[in-house]
């Protein structure tokens, strides 16, 4: 088996190379490449790196470098800047369509080390199992300190670079929930109801809403990733009986890492699964929440730029809400604080420039701390009625004067 060391001297212009994110980044490939950056020259890395979670910037390894990427991460935008990195417009079932047809000469990630040199993708099981059914060369630092779960078996055949190299697996932590997002966790508390099968998106929306939760009954949990407040919820009573949580990714802390080895009620599975339409369509009571930049009285919404200015991605939020829409009684929900500092979320229009990434004809609850507004099924002007109802009250009266304007030209 190849050593990191020799894996990163084979390195040639015009390589391919995936870089798992998460807890499955590999440490030790990053201090191979920076012993020896050079090797870097025209190779073209991919990853799906998670803003405030994978902050290493592989473009910045040497000027020949490119990363391509799905969220252009603050530690990104220099190396975006010099055009050194590609953001690709896709969402995760979009990226594991392309890791199943495109080329790679490698794929590296840490495993939870089994016999017979065999390995657990422990805590981070959403794309690389697609490049391992295509054969694609692993390279796997084989990290002790992660725990073994579900997720998927790599056989010893598959590795052909290997490093034993422990080290702590990555934490992340939402941070504190403020009094207007409780106040809009609360909001959306009020739609869910017991038996419902919910998908959450990563960060303080997340967190605020499953603290919530913990009267209810018979719940379960289908995401693309779950993070520590889940534990809390685990520990209520609140899930269903056997397997209540369907992730591709751990993201927390030691707890929830602790509470996810090997448990009978979390299951691991890649995105090819987690994301698949038919997968999420067949889920009775599916109920997708996640969060937005802004939206326009029409009921377009951009969830990835300030303006022009790209400042993270899409992710799965196109594939889950469009899932939940087609399960039986599914509903999708964008909640937000109807401000962001001293600028409304909802807008007349979305600025000149800035990405649609859920178009008007996709959304379906808009949900803030003053309401929320079913979109899906209404005119254009019930829709922007309906979403001035939920705006900051200071804003109504300057959109309620841009929409009598917009009227004018649709």
């Known amino acids: 088996m190849m050593s990191f060391s020799s894996l990163v001297d084979s390195l040639r212009p015009g390589m391919e190379v995936f870089i798992a994110g998460c807890a499955g980044e590999s440490h030790a490939f990053i201090e191979a490449l920076e012993a020896h950056p050079e090797r870097a020259d025209g190779v073209r890395f991919t990853g799906v790196l998670i803003p405030g979670v994978n902050r290493y910037c592989y473009a910045d390894l040497h000027p020949n470098a ?74 796997v630092q084989f990290n002790p300190a992660l725990p073994r779960t579900s997720a998927s078996h790599v056989p010893q055949a598959a590795i052909r670079a290997g490093i034993e190299s422990t080290c702590a697996p990555v934490s992340y932590d939402a941070g504190a929930i403020d009094p207007v997002l409780q106040r809009v966790a609360r909001q959306v508390r009020s739609l869910i109801c017991d038996r419902q099968c919910l998908q959450l998106g990563l960060g303080k929306l997340q967190k605020a809403v499953l603290a919530q939760l913990h009267d209810l009954r018979h719940l379960s949990i289908h ?58 369509s067949s889920l009775p009571n599916l109920l997708s929440i996640n969060s937005f930049i802004e939206i326009d009285l029409t009921g377009q919404v951009n969830a990835e730029a300030l303006g022009c200015k790209q400042v993270s991605g899409g992710g799965g939020l196109l594939d889950f809400l469009r899932g939940a829409r087609g399960a039986p009684n599914g509903r999708g929900i964008l909640a937000m604080p109807a401000r962001a500092g001293e600028r409304s979320r909802i807008v007349a229009r979305l600025p000149a420039g800035s990405p649609v990434t859920i178009a008007r004809n996709e959304v379906d609850i808009i949900v803030t701390e003053f309401g929320r507004a079913e979109l899906a099924q209404k005119s254009l002007h019930e829709r922007a009625q309906a979403l001035l109802a939920i705006a900051d009250p200071r804003d109504r009266e300057a959109l309620e004067r841009d929409w009598f304007e917009l009227r004018k030209e649709l």
């Open 223 to 280: 995401s693309g990733m779950v993070s520590s407040p889940l534990l809390a919820l685990m520990q209520s009573g609140a899930l269903r009986d056997g397997v209540a949580v369907t992730t591709g990714v751990a993201l927390g802390d030691a707890a929830l890492y602790r509470a996810v080895a090997d448990s009978a009620q979390v299951r691991f599975a890649p995105v090819s699964y987690t994301h698949a339409w038919s997968t999420l």
């Open 66 to 139: 490119r990363q391509r990427v799905i969220f252009v991460n603050p530690e990104f935008r220099a190396a975006f800047a010099r055009g050194q990195i590609e953001y690709l417009p896709l969402s995760y079932l979009g990226m594991a369509s392309l890791l199943g047809r495109a080329h790679f000469d490698w794929c590296v990630c840490q495993a939870a080390p089994e016999h017979a040199g065999a390995g657990n993708l422990a805590l981070c099981d959403d794309f690389v199992p697609i490049l391992l059914a295509r054969g694609i060369a692993l390279a």
